[in-house]
């Protein structure tokens, strides 16, 4: 398996521009997760899925994050309009089952927002 | 959410040298994790943990999860520049879902 996907590895916007970062997690995985990493406030979990629903969404920042799972193999992670402190490296991991299964981590993508 | 305390931030160290790095909660987990992650990529998972007082071992890694279960640490023997990377814990506590909160890691470079 080529281990979770993500697109694109780099996104340079601009301050109000849509973004949108996608996802494609290990086949046969039951559960997504979507995470943000910055220097100051290390990596927080936003949402997670199951069999396609979202679970938890308490990290999602505000009304500006969005995300979506059309089906088990694909992901999206939209943030409209983007600002400059939404700049950070994204991460999607999947997994066969939670907490004390591994999760599989994508290799994020880098988001700048001037 | 629950907080997990990493220390230090930073570690440079000489090849053959050991170390220990902490990880602190004032908060018990049902289970706590540490990852390691390099430069451009994903944190990859290196052990779990799920008992008080476990100690497991992954070759000259040592990793333990302390008895009330709000701590843990790891430990390196003999250091080598491939063990170079961002050492992250990260705990879950089954009466709360199945989110995994992360410490902000420590940092580690060992030169040869």
């Known amino acids: 398996d080529a281990g979770v996907i993500q697109s694109p590895r780099h996104e340079v916007t601009e301050m109000g521009q849509e973004v949108t970062l996608r996802c494609k997690p290990i086949s046969g995985h039951d559960y997504l997760f979507w995470y943000r990493q910055t220097m100051m406030r290390g990596l927080e979990l936003l949402i997670y899925?199951?069999?396609?629903?979202?679970?938890?969404d308490s990290g999602m920042p505000e009304d500006r994050f969005s995300a979506k799972m059309p089906n088990a193999s694909f992901s999206t992670l939209k943030i409209q309009p983007s600002e400059p402190r939404d700049s950070a490296v994204y991460f999607c991991a999947s997994s066969l089952r939670p907490i004390t299964d591994t999760q599989y981590f994508g290799p994020g993508t880098r988001l700048t927002v001037l | 959410t629950q907080l997990l305390e990493q220390s230090p931030q930073f570690l440079s160290i000489q090849e053959g040298e050991n170390l220990t790095v902490y990880c602190n909660s004032s908060s018990v987990f049902s289970s706590l994790q540490w990852y390691r992650q390099e430069p451009g990529e994903g944190p990859v998972l290196l052990v779990t943990v799920v008992t008080g007082g476990e100690v497991k071992k992954l070759k000259r890694l040592t990793f333990q999860f302390g008895d009330a279960r709000k701590d843990s640490s790891l430990h390196i023997t003999a250091a080598q520049p491939g063990d170079t990377g961002l050492y992250l814990c990260?705990?879950?506590?089954?009466?709360?879902?199945?989110?995994?909160?992360f410490g902000k890691g420590t940092s580690l470079l060992v030169t040869p």
């Open positions: 990260a705990g879950a506590d089954f009466n709360s879902g199945y989110a995994l909160n």
């Open positions: 899925f199951n069999n396609n629903v979202p679970i938890d």
